[in-house]
């Protein structure tokens, strides 16, 4: 399996179908079955995303707004529009970087050095399961049984912090030593709202605790109508761009 990277851009999927209402004292199981239920019936999604990538020695971060869009389907469709960057505590700059995911290529674009890579990622005839750990752009338990869940990662519960998300529980996966996920990370931390069972911020640990990189989402809006038209890209100049291509690497 492979857990595909657009640049280092992460996302995560989920649907409003509850298991149950969450609270702080909620146990992990509950909280892997709310999580579970997120996965079943999730047509599309829309939200504003933000990325937050800090070198944990050096304390420099990086980090990226912008908008992610999300369709369902016998080939899923993801396309994030980054429109601008702030590094360390400096004012935010505009800095366009987009990614589409569809079928077996993945589009990246920078529009402030006019390059364009299409990578294949998929194998002709594969089929990619966003919503499975191991196979999505983001490892989250999300649509996966807790059996599934606990037989690759330990899993506890994180006190709430004043600095966390309001109204959220807070679970920890730490990596099985043999497991597809413990040569990629230390950690996988999840913070999910408790009214609605949504995660709202992600956050992954390296192997070597050197690097983190922390999703948040929010004015998610769940199942929206979108059509194929919302995930195309806009026409560019070939003559002035810089076109690459990457075939499918094992």
């Known amino acids: 399996m492979r857990t595909f990277k657009c640049g280092s851009f992460a996302v995560v999927f989920f649907t409003l179908i509850a298991a149950g209402p969450l609270t702080l004292e909620s146990p992990i199981d509950d909280v892997l079955d709310a999580l579970d239920a997120r996965g079943q019936g999730l047509n599309s999604f829309v939200a504003d995303v933000k990325l937050t990538e800090t070198d944990t020695a050096l304390g420099d971060s990086n980090a990226h707004m912008g908008k992610v869009l999300y369709k369902a389907g016998d080939a899923p469709q993801i396309r994030v529009t980054f429109d601008k960057k702030q590094s360390n505590d400096k004012p935010p700059v505009e800095d366009k970087v987009e990614y589409k995911l569809a079928g077996p290529e993945l589009i990246e674009r920078n529009y402030r050095t006019s390059t364009q890579t299409t990578r294949h990622v998929l194998k002709p005839g594969q089929k990619l399961n966003l919503l499975k750990l191991g196979e999505g752009p983001f490892p989250l338990p999300i649509g996966q049984k807790k059996e599934d869940v606990h037989n690759n990662f330990d899993v506890k519960k994180i006190d709430i912090k004043k600095e ?20 990629k990370f230390k950690s996988i931390d999840v913070w999910v709202d408790l009214k609605d069972n949504m995660p709202r911020k992600i956050e992954t640990l390296d192997p070597n605790a050197t690097a983190t990189r922390t999703t948040e ?32 690497q094992r």
């Open 164 to 183: 966390d998300p309001a109204g959220t529980v807070h679970l920890q996966l730490t990596p099985k030593e043999g497991t597809q996920f413990a040569s």
């Open 217 to 248: 989402l929010s004015n998610v809006q769940v199942n929206p109508q979108l059509k194929d038209e919302d995930f195309a890209l806009p026409p560019i100049d070939e003559k002035t761009w810089q076109l690459h291509e990457e075939a499918f």
